[in-house]
């Protein structure tokens, strides 16, 4: 339905289930597409590794974050992108 169930259906996020306006979050599944899953994390590595420059927004998640951390949010972005 949206850009943020792909992900979830990826394992990029925690599901999410929710209804009257309370949402609750499930664990992050590894029942989607692994190979795909893959390809979109070593992609943003990739970015990360070779851009001279980040973004702010690269930039003010690395200074909260751990690395991989950011490296999955990154491929989470490049998946919703990806969808819409």
Known sequence: ??????????????????????????????????????LLIHGARAVLAHVKEPGPWVEQISKRRPQNVVTVALANKIARTIWA
């Open 1 to 38: 339905k949206s850009g943020r169930e792909f992900a979830a259906w990826l394992g990029l996020v925690p599901g999410q289930v929710g209804t009257g306006g309370k949402v609750r979050l499930l664990g992050i599944s590894k029942r989607g597409d692994t190979y795909l899953r893959t």
